[in-house]
């Protein structure tokens, strides 16, 4: 199984940013963790602060790979171009958040990714991504 996390704006920063909303941890070391935990799944990872990188990450794995587990950052409530590609791409998506985004702020709330995603899974930290990749290993 081929797999590929996408991360959005600012995930760069995980273990520095907001370490009481976002962990101590960085997402590369985390990565590392995932590829250790899960070794029967390939795993690949993209990040990128630029919304057209993101779509076009999207389109390119959008009809080779087993699944996409999408964390859009602050592009989930902004971006109808990534929320597009999600419904233009055949391979399923499950969209992430690190934080509960219902417990922030009101702009956070709406998504124009979930229309389009197999599932969402937020608000359970790093292991977010744990259970995103556990949907596909059934």
């Known amino acids: ?12 920063l995980l273990g ?20 250790s935990k899960f070794k029967n799944i390939q795993l690949e990872y993209f990040q990128s602060n630029i919304e057209g990188e993101i779509i076009d990450k999207l389109q390119e794995v ?13 592009y989930t409530h902004t971006s109808v ?3 597009d590609a999600v419904k233009a791409i055949e391979t399923p998506v499950v969209e992430v958040h690190i934080s509960n985004t219902f417990t922030r702020e009101d702009f956070r709330h709406t998504s124009y990714i979930s229309s389009g ?18 949907s596909f290993d059934n």
């Open 62 to 74: 959008g009809f080779s790979h087993d699944g996409i587990i999408l964390n859009a950052a602050s």
């Open 16 to 35: 520095k940013r907001e370490p009481e909303v976002y962990g101590n941890t960085t997402f590369e070391d985390y990565f590392l963790k995932l590829q």
């Open 117 to 134: 995603a197999k599932g969402v899974i937020l608000g359970f930290g790093l292991q977010s991504y744990d259970l995103a990749i556990q």
């Open 1 to 12: 199984m081929k797999l590929i996390i996408i991360n959005g704006p600012n995930l760069n």
């Open 81 to 83: 171009g990534i929320g």
